[in-house]
């Protein structure tokens, strides 16, 4: 099974940051926010997905592609406290698990039956070759789709718990 890389650099902040990687291909992506919207932008400044809260900081809606969801779809209750599910654009369940007692540090499980574990997130502070890296993100699947779900759904838990 393959391994793959996204390193998160500038800011320290869910919403606003960029990251960089390869798997099958080079992957660019970057979160930019401004008041109450925030779009998540891949290579080439081509537009891949929105959130737009209410209020400030009220979940809304995100738009990924040309779907419109409900923010709270996205962060559904999971298997436990310390976990959110969401669905992807193939029907597939996913479930981000918050990491007892680390700070910042989710793992991804698909679902579906068998349960596996296909990304981890983890605070990554290093200087590389693209300069400071403030998160590492670690998956094992391929896909541009999921891999928006992933950045997207991973972004929003982060914002979440350290909002709360």
């Not at 500038?10 to 008041?35: H, K, T, V, W």
């Not at 409900?70 to 962060?75: G, H």
């Not at 990304?119 to 403030?134: M, W």
């Amino acid at each position: 099974m393959s391994h793959f890389n996204i390193f998160f650099t500038g800011r320290e902040e869910a919403l606003n940051c960029i990251m960089i990687g390869e798997d099958s291909s080079p992957r660019f992506y970057c979160f930019e926010s401004q008041a109450t919207r925030t779009v998540l932008y891949s290579n080439n400044n081509y537009k891949v997905a929105s959130l737009q809260f209410i209020q400030g900081d009220q979940l809304g809606s995100a738009t990924i592609g040309s779907r419109v969801y409900p923010m709270r779809e996205l962060l559904s209750a999971g298997s436990s406290s310390s976990a959110r599910c969401f669905y992807s654009s193939d029907g597939r369940k996913y479930e981000w698990r918050r990491i007892p007692n680390v700070s910042d540090a989710y793992d991804l499980y698909a679902l579906n039956p068998p349960v596996v574990r296909v990304a981890a997130f983890r605070k990554h502070c290093e200087i590389t070759s693209i300069g400071q890296c403030n998160g590492l993100l670690q998956y094992t699947f391929n896909g541009d789709q999921l891999l928006v779900y992933t950045l997207l759904t991973l972004a929003l838990n982060r914002w979440v718990d350290n909002s709360a």
